[in-house]
């Protein structure tokens, strides 16, 4: 299946860099492109695409506020697509507000065009882009640097709703092990690492990965000192 993307960005030569490197993958469709947010919304609603390449700073709406919007759309707007955050700074508080709204992962601007075209497979395929050791310290540092408080006591309070060995996986999902890894890790079937995280992601209500590594953070799942 072809996978229809949008790209959000404020730099005319970006977006068509951006397009024709995507465009020229067999199963890659670009099928709109907007200048800031606010028409970032406009063209994701009206061409409905299953990843939304998104900068994070741009004028008239940034990207952070379109990420939000987007994923959590007003009643009587079905839609709901991928987003996927570009940035040209390796450490952004924006890029973890985002994924605390549900963005699926970011990615560095500079990134080799190969890390593109995959993190585009990657994300509409419901996966979080985490595997890059630099996403996992980003999230781990604004994770910590958040006091703890009643946001921390509801979060964990949302725990008790996790078996011990989901609470288990929970815990290396945030450490940045792949499903591969907690299988080995844990001695289980991959298909079964799967299983469990589903699980967890339902009882959390969690959108995918990347919500449940922040949350593990902000949950105390894992603790200051700790390293992903």
Aim: no cysteine; net charge negative; proline share 5%.
């Amino acid at each position: 299946m072809t996978i229809r993307v949008i790209i959000v960005d404020d730099q005319a030569m970006v977006r068509a860099g951006f397009a024709a490197l995507l465009a020229a993958q067999a199963d890659i469709d670009v099928v709109g492109e907007a200048p800031d947010g606010r028409q970032g919304i406009d063209v994701s609603r009206r061409v409905h695409p299953d990843v939304v390449l998104m900068d994070v700073r741009m004028p008239e709406m940034d990207g952070l506020a379109a990420a939000r919007e987007l994923l959590n759309p007003p009643v009587g707007v079905a839609h709901v697509p991928r987003v996927l955050m570009l940035t040209t700074f390796d450490v952004d508080d924006y890029v973890y507000e985002a994924l605390r709204a549900g963005a699926s992962g970011f990615l560095l601007k500079d990134a080799p065009p190969a890390d593109l075209i995959s993190a585009v497979r990657v994300v509409a395929a419901g996966d979080a882009l985490l595997a890059p050791s630099v996403t996992r310290r980003l999230i781990a540092d604004f994770a910590r640097q958040r006091p703890s408080g009643a946001g921390r006591g509801a979060a964990a309070l949302r725990l008790n709703g996790l078996t011990p060995r989901e609470t288990e996986v929970l815990g290396l999902i945030a450490r940045g092990l792949s499903n591969q890894e907690i299988a080995g890790q844990l001695v289980l079937a991959e298909q079964t690492v799967k299983t469990h995280i589903g699980r967890i992601l339902a009882k959390l209500d969690l959108r995918d990965r990347a919500q449940a590594v922040i949350f593990a953070y902000e949950a105390g799942v894992v603790v200051r000192g700790e390293t992903p």
